[in-house]
DNA sequence: TGACTGTATTGATCTCGATCAATTACAGCG
DNA sequence: CGCTGTAATTGATCGAGATCAATACAGTCA
């Protein structure tokens, strides 16, 4: 399981809304106290659009909560997501002011944001940033590896119980809770974004979630609540072999 | 265009078989001084595997001759590529000792392999060489993302068209030479690899291969040597924007 | 030289997911 | 409550690429 936190793991942080995991002023590590001044926070709603491909970014963020996601799209209108941001998780490049994806909220989402000139500089100065920034990249690269395997090669069926897997995980860690037996969580995407995700129309998406409900595989309260009643019956229809291949 | 050296370019090295295009002993840099004994060469065969996903690997490498894949494999059989290694390129990673993918030489193929206690070491204490191998991986994780549209939203003619684009401007670039009007290379994979990498079949990659001989956008001489009369056409069926939004 | 082997091409047919189209479910709001 | 608009489901049909099968071709070895 990839650790996705940057800095100061399981630290406590006044201003932040969640337990802090991220890097941020206020946590009791002397290296990092100048960051008070380029540290700040921005809101998004759900559907709104945080940066444009092609966009001047003056900014990298960590996402605390919500779901965002990268997306293109070609000239004909043709979408592909690649990256899906849960909370914890980090966004922009550093040495890049330009966007090279859409970055769209999928749901409301909360970043912390830090400017990117200082960042720089205190990736420069701090061998152990940039070496976190490398293992977090590295693991980013697996997850995008993984899923070149599920827009390659899964069939539409193994891509939904892929996905829902892959969510129902991470919602779980962030929760505390085991990935086993019922498990339970909302689903942060429209149909059309699950479409985009898997390479997928969200039609096909969405006669597969009826076919896995079908054979009671997954269970839909509401359009978006879902409950797994046994995780690894799920996992049977991913196409992953049952020991962890998966990295995401 | 990404930078794909890792350390040291340009520079000439006594013995290494081409210029030198990666870390290595012998170049007059002192902080690099050291890695004399930590580095070794390693020769391939097309169709060797370099190493099993799961075996232990207990060095790192930079790819200086020849093309080497990562593949992933399901259960029943099916197979992806998710990354392709040319000249110059990364192969392992820093705080990992187990390969999480099939590794096989395409071609014959020529490693500088540097063992991956002292390897590490290194990069602990060396701040710029953590850096230079965050931005290749940020790269990597570029060409993944790219290569996600492909196989997620791409048509059998566009994928093919894309793969035979990026393989020219990487050999182009190799030599030196633009990759403009009339390119010529040879093709460093078997149509069998070519599906592998697309998410086709193998018999798909030969019918759209003909198709884009038929169309005179490709000409053949024997199975594997390609020559595109007009590069700017081959772009044209690739389905990607006029202006640079490949990265690989 | 011809048999043998692995790689590539081409053909015939089938299937999964796309496409086009109609309905339904539901939240927000006057 | 009944409108209105968006998200989701379901149905009918189509087609790109998969699958199964036969053939061509190039290299290698006896």
């Known amino acids: 399981m990839p650790n996705r936190q940057l800095a100061i793991p399981q630290q406590e942080c006044a201003d932040c809304p969640i337990r802090h995991r991220a890097v941020c002023a206020r946590c009791e590590t002397d290296e990092l106290e100048h960051l008070e001044s380029?540290?700040?926070?921005?809101?998004?709603?759900?559907?709104?659009?945080?940066?444009?491909?092609?966009?001047k970014m003056d900014f990298v963020a960590s996402v605390?909560?919500?779901?965002?996601?990268?997306?293109?799209?070609?000239?004909?209108?043709?979408?592909?997501?690649?990256?899906?941001?849960?909370p914890s998780d980090f966004l922009g490049r550093p040495n890049r002011d330009t966007a090279p994806y859409d970055v769209v909220?999928?749901?409301?989402?909360?970043?912390?944001?830090?400017?990117?000139?200082p960042f720089q500089k205190l990736i420069a100065e701090n061998a152990n940033i940039s070496q976190r920034l490398l293992e977090m990249t590295l693991d980013e690269l697996d997850a995008a590896r993984e899923w070149m395997l599920l827009l390659g090669r899964k069939t539409a069926r193994e891509k939904i119980a892929s996905l829902l897997s892959i969510i129902a995980r991470r919602d779980a860690s962030l929760k505390d809770l085991p990935s086993k037996g019922e498990v339970s969580f909302d689903l942060p995407l429209?149909?059309?974004?699950?479409?985009?995700?898997?390479?997928?129309?969200l039609e096909t998406v969405s006669r597969q979630m009826s076919a896995l409900k079908r054979d009671d595989v997954i269970r839909l309260e509401g359009k978006r609540h879902i409950t797994i009643p046994d995780f690894d019956l799920l996992m049977d229809e991913?196409?992953?072999d049952a020991d962890g291949g998966m990295l995401v």
């Open 64 to 86: 605390i909560e919500g779901v965002a996601s990268l997306t293109q799209t070609m000239e004909d209108g043709r979408r592909q997501m690649v990256g899906l941001l849960l």
């Open 38 to 55: 380029i540290k700040y926070y921005r809101k998004f709603e759900a559907g709104q659009t945080v940066v444009w491909a092609g966009d």
């Open 105 to 117: 909220a999928s749901t409301d989402v909360m970043l912390c944001c830090f400017r990117r000139a």
């Open 238 to 240: 991913t196409g992953d």
């Open 190 to 201: 429209t149909r059309e974004a699950m479409a985009d995700y898997l390479g997928l129309t």
